[in-house]
């Protein structure tokens, strides 16, 4: 799989260990940012990495906030992209399985090293059921774009 990932000043310590065990799996990740701990705006680096993942048709993302909150709130601003604030495993999977999230979120401040491997494992391993959440998904884009659902 090919990721883009980027942070805030918040997510940034853990962006080095998320990209060495996402590599190590044999996917490609590539680092949108930010490349030093200075504060930033999560919103900025939420549309960078969301508008690659619409332009890079396949890709995925990986967003890291202190709490992953702002960071998912933010992508999912834009069009075409589903991003799924997670807190292990079980969300993760389900987000791809179900919602066929194209970005995984997460807070640095709420998840320690174990969760965020786990996580990582069952987005990577996990393949969209479509089926009767295929629709359902098809209504999401309706809602980017103010219809009537
Ligand atoms: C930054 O302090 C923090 O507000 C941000 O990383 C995020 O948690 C917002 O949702």
Request: glycine share 0%; no cysteine; charged share 25%.
């Given at each position: 799989m090919k990721f883009y990932i980027a942070t805030d000043h918040a997510g940034f310590v853990i962006k080095d260990f998320v990209k060495d065990y996402v590599t190590s799996k044999g996917h490609e990740i590539i680092d949108l940012g930010p490349h030093t701990d200075e504060r930033v705006d999560y919103p900025d680096y939420a549309k960078k990495c969301a508008g690659m993942v619409v332009e890079d048709k396949g890709s995925f993302g990986i967003l890291i906030c202190g709490t992953g909150i702002g960071i998912s709130i933010a992508a999912n601003k834009v069009a075409g992209i589903r991003a799924a604030l997670c807190h292990d495993a079980y969300t993760a999977a389900m987000t791809r399985a179900?919602?066929?999230?194209n970005i995984l979120c997460f807070g640095e401040r709420v998840v320690g090293k174990g969760v965020i491997e786990s996580m990582i494992d069952a987005f990577c391993e996990t393949e969209f059921e479509g089926g009767r959440h295929a629709g359902r998904v098809e209504k999401i884009e309706g809602c980017a774009f103010g219809a009537d659902i």
């Open positions: 179900h919602n066929d999230a």
